[in-house]
Structures are given as structure tokens and as C-alpha cells.
């Protein structure tokens, strides 16, 4: 890894750790919610454990070279720049697709095709991405209407609820 990408590694992994300290620590005062098994905190304390995870790996893969006494070798056959750019297109184009249809089309339409142009656009086979696509979807869904009792947007299968 290059010098200067070990370098915004470093400091986008201390900046995520620090993000993650700090919405753990707010996080931990929110109040519990009666009548439910899990606290209006449960949801920031798991994003905040994501983000520490995140940036913890990222200060890692920055250091671990020097760890390594230098002894790890250059990444071959890395992606050239404007296939990055793609894969980042299409995940910002993802994001804004859903804020805009979400509401229209519903969670449980919108969720599965994002995934899937995603996983598609970082390399995943087709048959994964079908897979995570769909179970990730449920598996969000039933985390937030059943657990959280956060209702999703149900867009036009609001009828067949």
C-alpha cells in the first residue's frame, strides 16, 4: 500500500474511532423505553460498535506494514482508478435512488434492487448478491418493524399488508 494511502487510512480510521467513542458514550445515557425488551440506545450503541470495528480495521491495515517490519508486499493487480470511480458513482446513485423511491415504491422494494447494484458493482457473483440482497433486506426489516417497532416505508405493497 502506498505510503499516502496508509497515511488517510490512519487518519480515517482515528477519525471513525473517535466518531464511535463518542456515540458510545452519548449513547449509553439514553433512556429505556417501557414496555420494550431493548432502550432507544440499542440502535446508536450498534452503529457506534460498527464504527469502532470500522475504524479500528482501518488504523490496523495502516499500520501493520510497519508491524510486519515492512515485510508486506505491494497488492497486485489492483483496479484501475476509473473502476473505483464507477463502483462510487453507483453507490452514491444507489443512496439518492432510495430517498427518492423509498416512499413510493416501499423499503422492501427499493433495499434488495440498491443491494444488488452494490454487490454487482463491487465484483459480487450473482447468485450472492441475490442472496444477501433479499436476506439482508428481511433481516432489516423484521430488525426495525418487529424490534424497534420503526415501520419502513411499504411504498405500494401497503395494500397487500
Known amino acids: 500500500m502506498p505510503p499516502t494511502q496508509r497515511r488517510v487510512d490512519l487518519g480515517i480510521g482515528l477519525a471513525l474511532s473517535l466518531l464511535a467513542a463518542a456515540v458510545l458514550w452519548s449513547a449509553r445515557a439514553f433512556p429505556a423505553v417501557p414496555g420494550q425488551k ?8 450498534l452503529v457506534g460498535a460498527g464504527l ?36 462510487a458513482a453507483v453507490l452514491v446513485a444507489v443512496v439518492a435512488g432510495y430517498l427518492l423511491l423509498a416512499e413510493r415504491l416501499g423499503f422492501l422494494i427499493v433495499a434488495p434492487l440498491g443491494l444488488v447494484a452494490m454487490l454487482r458493482a463491487f465484483r459480487v457473483g450473482w447468485l450472492p448478491s441475490l442472496g444477501w440482497a433479499v436476506g439482508g433486506t428481511l433481516l432489516v426489516h423484521l430488525a426495525f418493524y418487529k424490534l424497534l417497532r420503526v415501520p419502513l416505508p411499504w411504498g405500494v405493497l401497503r395494500p397487500f399488508y
Not at 431493548?38 to 450503541?45: C, E, K, N, Q, T
Not at 515492512?70 to 463502483?87: K, M, Q
Open 38 to 45: 431493548v432502550g432507544a440506545g440499542f440502535l446508536p450503541m
Open 52 to 87: 469502532l470495528a470500522c475504524g479500528v480495521a482501518l488504523v490496523w491495515r495502516a499500520l501493520r506494514p510497519r508491524l510486519d517490519g515492512g515485510a508486506a508486499s505491494e497488492a497486485t493487480g489492483s483496479a484501475r482508478p476509473a473502476e473505483h470511480y464507477g463502483s
